[in-house]
């Protein structure tokens, strides 16, 4: 079975379950023709197989998802880095988009100044990295998997061609095996292996990645995982040490420019080769898992045994110390059997490790390269082989130097093969344009198990039944023993052998990489480079445990809401089980890990839960609460304005804000919200919470953001030109709270632009359904009717026959985009084309509710005059952060500077 970060499904609804289907395409197409047989292979692939497709969801919808179950959506590029231990691949599919044809986006985005003819014609439109291995000697289910999934036919250049380029099909790969499985490559899958060296494949994988992923590159000190952000513009010059079954030590100056400086035959090879002989140990993992339970200092002669107990501190050596390595098995009343597998495996771990960091840091010297990355199969994420190595970098340093580590580590020379192809369009990929997503079978990756499947929907819900069955393997999160010191330190003892991390805590993790050329850093963020999104660190332990355990105790809720959404059908409880097991599953493994997938912070967690709910195809888990509420809400506005419009300037403004403030009380992500909607109607629960506002709230610079709306005495300011809203959850939040205050601001002459997820996240409105509920409002409200006309948010909406063209000529737009995420908070280092294009014009950018103005961007600091907005729905989140208590209010204004 593979071992895999890898999903299969398209976003959401792009497939549905078809097991039949399924069944019959496994029946087929799932093993590779063994030797003998003729190779059956498709013809021009692929091609749009539009056998049993059908309109998912509402057929009233104006734009459904037609679902294709028959149709794979793979067109690939494949590569290889063939291994003496593991096979690795990586491989490439691509998505096409479905929503070029939405009439009102086009205009839209023609309105922005984005006209397709202008904007950079990607080579690729988007798609996905899969990282996937195989041990070596399961050669065959690789080559079955190639074939079930016909990578070895694809490719972006055969996509449009015909069989001919399939004849003559290559697979790009690295490694020994490239060599040895050569034919066996041909025999089966009828295809010819192109040999990439093995070091340029390093360089250059290594290179892409530590330019592209954020969270790449990290420090691992005594048990402690610290990532290191890399300045893509700085990276050169670096050591790159490979540790293979033997090192490899490369000067990097660049794309291309390396230079093999050093090595040592003393590598994964020999603790494997001297460890199977002195311990028996049946597999490289079996005896690296030996170390967790082994002390060196039953073998290994230390300074204190040789200094009577003492520190030779004369030179900087403790008592703990290794002297010599195995040295005290020069004593002559032991024989082999008297010492324990576990201390033999564990010395000879350190002897190996701590070797390999004292040469390549003397390299790193003689080079003056201040930057040492290691790499290789032998680490394998192993959390005391890096501690190890880590301490002997520090230790001869003096601390200036550090070793550093790759998540994608194990996969450099294979992303390097898969670089080596000529137009895949990844060279000037850059960081905001890819997103890195981890899958239901993540958590186990690196793991014991192994898995899950890599078909379809059904044969994943399979994997987690089997599980539930079992009632083991998949457990709810469960505290972890905070990280605290033994008091030896250094590489004496060091920490990840200890209790708090399990053998394989820091097994590599690493998810499918989705490439989506369309993302951009918010153009208003005043510091990109400084820019953190998260406010909650959840790297304090006593944060993780909580957050972990409020989003465990939400799972039934959402689960049920979740299964009632798609009917409360038996396949709808089906995908429910099973996403709440993933769910859980992914909680479990980063409450033991939390920097298993990369830095941690809420908005991860929150945009994660998300993300499993689309993997078993809950397309929207909110929808019917949604829609109630929006229609409970558009019935009470034309009242709300007539009230508003009663007012005076000031007190309006007032009102409009406190409205906005009391109507984030809609929140179906927050337990307390929840409890309280049992105790009223959602306007009773309105009125309370408006008759409930009190200034000063909790941050309150109303005054402020008053005073530069309005002025002060006769000073009247200009208004802004572009108001960027990013609006929340649906229903009275956005009808009740932002509209009116959208309408305010076009009133005096402000455009808007009303900002919201491209993807359903809890109950907030997306930015598919806000322009059918800017309509509905529009029918009540002249300034919103002629906006929203003058932004053609009314193209196929209904509007009164009263509008006139001259009216709607004169009128200053309000506008729809997308934010390009489907999480309730928001990242400003990638958004949509969309939004960006909109920013370049605002002056004034107003984030509202919990995720987007607390969770994330409370400390952001932005190029324009910015308001943050919201109630705060969490007890322990007002304490935290503003000294509060629950339901108080955040009105934070600040300036542009
Ligand atoms: C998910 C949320 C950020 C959504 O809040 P919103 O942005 O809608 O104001 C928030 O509901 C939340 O943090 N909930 C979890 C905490 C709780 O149940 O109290
Ligand atoms: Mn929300």
Redesign the pocket.
Known sequence: MASLAEDDQGQGASRIQNPEADDKKKKNSNMAPTSGNSIHRSSSRPQLDVSKAEIQGNFEEKHPTILLPNQSDDISHLALDLGGSLIKLVYFSRHENQSANDKRKKSMKERLGISNVNRRSYPILGGRLHFVKFETNKINECLDFIYSKQLHCGGLESHYSDNVADRNAIIKATGGGAYKFADLFKERLGVSIEKEDEMACLVSGANFLLKAIRHEAFTHMEGQKEFVQIDPNDLFPYLLVNIGSGVSMLKVDGDGKFERVSGTNVGGGTYWGLGRLLTKCKSFDELLELTQKGDNRAIDMLVGDIYGGMDYSKIGLSASTIASSFGKAISEKKELEDYRPEDISLSLLRMISYNIGQISYLNALRFGLKRIFFGGFFIRGHAYTMDTISFAVQFWSKGTAQAMFLRHEGFLGAFGAFMSYEKHGLDDLMVHQLVERFPMGAPYTGGKIHGPPLGDLNEKISWMEKFLQKGTEITAPVPMIPPGTTGLGGFEVPLSKGSTLRPDASALNVGVLHLVPTLEVFPLLADPKMYEPNTIDLSDHNELEY?FT??S??LPDLVDKAVASEGGTDDAKRRGDAFARAFSAHLARLMEEPAAYGKLG?ANL?EMREECLREFQFVDAYRSIKQRENEASLAVLPDLLMELDSMDEETRLLALIEGVLAA?I?????????DLYHQGTIIEIYRMSRNKMQRPWRVDNFDDFKERMLGTGDRKPTPHRRALLFV??SGA?VVLGMLPLARELLRRGTEVVLVANSLPA???VTAIELPDIVAEAAKHCDILRRAAEAGDLLVDAMISPSNSSKESSTSVPLMVVENGCGS??IDLRQVSSELAAAAKDADLIIL????????TNLNARFNCDALKL??V?????AEKLVKGKIYDCICKYEPAN
Not at 666 to 674: I, L, M, T
């Open positions: 957050w409020i989003l105790e939400h809420l929150l984030n809609f929140d179906w992500g927050s337990r307390a919200c929840v929340d959850n939040d809890l109950n907030d309730p908070c509202e509710g919990m995720g987007r103005a607390l969770h919201a109630m729905k969490n007890q322990r989140l």
